[in-house]
């Protein structure tokens, strides 16, 4: 079992940056595959990027790709995204998840640990 706690969220203009982290518990960091998604109020879960046990393979949701880059350092445990050319659109919720395969990457189904979020919110 792994626990996760995102930090790094805020309030921040538009065209602005965020870096959020997620510190993981234990030992066994190394062996999950890591992901980001955001919930919008009123919304559902949305797929923002993944990255693999050893950070090999990288995914993106489209709206991510060229303003977004996820990163992991497993000596610390912790999965990055960094976040540039925030948009408003960005404001959310923002969640780490923790998977031990590659099923369903892009879906909160295929996760089976998530932290508790930190909230975003881009002004315009």
């Known amino acids: 079992q792994v626990q996760l706690v995102e930090s790094g969220g805020g309030l921040v203009q538009a065209g602005g940056s965020l870096r959020l982290s997620c510190a993981a518990s234990?030992?066994?960091?190394?062996?999950?595959?890591m992901g980001w998604f955001r919930q919008a109020p009123g919304k559902g879960r949305a797929f923002v990027a993944a990255?693999?046990?050893?950070?090999?393979?990288?995914y993106y949701a489209d709206s991510a790709k060229g303003r977004f880059t996820i990163s992991r350092d497993n000596a610390k445990n912790t999965v990055y995204l960094q976040m540039n050319s925030l948009k408003p659109e960005a404001t959310a919720v923002y969640y780490c998840?923790?998977?031990?395969?590659?099923?369903?990457?892009?879906?909160?189904?295929?996760?089976?640990?998530w932290g508790q979020g930190t909230q975003v919110t881009v002004s315009s």
């Open positions: 234990g030992r066994t960091f190394g062996t999950y595959v």
């Open positions: 990255i693999t046990w050893s950070g090999g393979n990288i």
């Open positions: 998840g923790a998977t031990r395969t590659l099923v369903r990457l892009p879906t909160p189904l295929g996760y089976d640990y």
